[in-house]
């Protein structure tokens, strides 16, 4: 079965650029899509088909996906934006969801 | 507003069953596919089962194949997720989230609604 990795953790200071990658055998001829979560709530979607964000979502999240890696990367990182990020892919008609990443913001 | 509510989550002994409904609003729901998602506590998302528009296609999780049925009924707005023979491993929070058909992001999401499974 398909499989997503992503790093458990990653801690940024205010104001400074946050990545987070998700790694998948030839992810890039995938779409990739990110979620976020914070404590207590459901998953927001932040970017979707690589690189593209919902309404609302601020221009701070992007996204870029090639090869094998995927990566969600949030410029001038805000302490609102520490929560648990999640990459996702179909597979086939199958949706498979990496491990997630905490990103600690201090 | 769009909008997504769970219901009918609970304790349950192992083995037992229960189902889980999603109310949705705010949106043609019978346009959309409609996916159930569990997380269990303190840990990652894992996606259960997916239905298409007309409930034409389904898909399961090997996890939970044979035991969990997704339905749905486009003329109440309503998803729904049978959950049969049911192990402590399926104990979670399970959500409803919608499949935004061009591009198969899953854009909308409920509350989510807890099941769990012990003696």
């Known amino acids: 079965s398909y499989e997503l990795t992503q790093p458990p953790s990653v801690s940024v200071s205010p104001g400074q650029t946050a990545s987070i990658t998700c790694s998948g055998d030839?992810?890039?001829?995938?779409?990739a899509f990110w979620y976020q979560q914070k404590p207590g709530q459901s998953p927001v979607l932040v970017i979707y088909?690589?690189?593209k964000r919902p309404s609302g979502i601020p221009e701070r999240f992007s996204g870029s996906n090639s090869g094998n890696t995927a990566s969600l990367t949030i410029s001038g990182t805000q302490a609102m934006d520490e929560a648990d990020y999640y990459c996702?892919?179909?597979?086939?008609?199958?949706?498979?969801f990496g491990g997630g990443t905490k990103l600690t913001v201090l | 507003e769009v909008q997504l509510v769970e219901s009918g989550g609970g304790l349950v002994q192992p083995g037992g069953s229960l189902r889980l409904s999603c109310a949705a609003s705010?949106?043609?729901?019978?346009?959309?596919?409609m996916n159930w998602v569990r997380q269990a506590p303190g840990k990652g998302l894992q996606w259960v089962s997916d239905?298409?528009?007309?409930?034409?296609?389904?898909y399961y999780a090997d996890s939970v194949k044979g035991r969990f049925t997704i339905s749905r009924d486009n003329a109440k707005n309503s998803l729904y997720l049978q959950m049969n023979s049911l192990r402590a491993e399926d104990t979670a929070v399970y959500y409803c989230?919608?499949?935004?058909?061009?591009?198969?992001?899953?854009?909308?999401w409920g509350q989510g609604t807890m099941v769990s499974v012990s003696s």
């Open positions: 088909q690589d690189s």
């Open positions: 996702q892919a179909w597979d086939s008609s199958t949706v498979v």
């Open positions: 989230a919608r499949e935004f058909t061009s591009t198969r992001a899953l854009d909308i």
């Open positions: 030839k992810l890039g001829d995938k779409y």
């Open positions: 705010g949106f043609t729901f019978s346009s959309y596919g």
């Open positions: 239905i298409s528009s007309s409930s034409s296609t389904i």
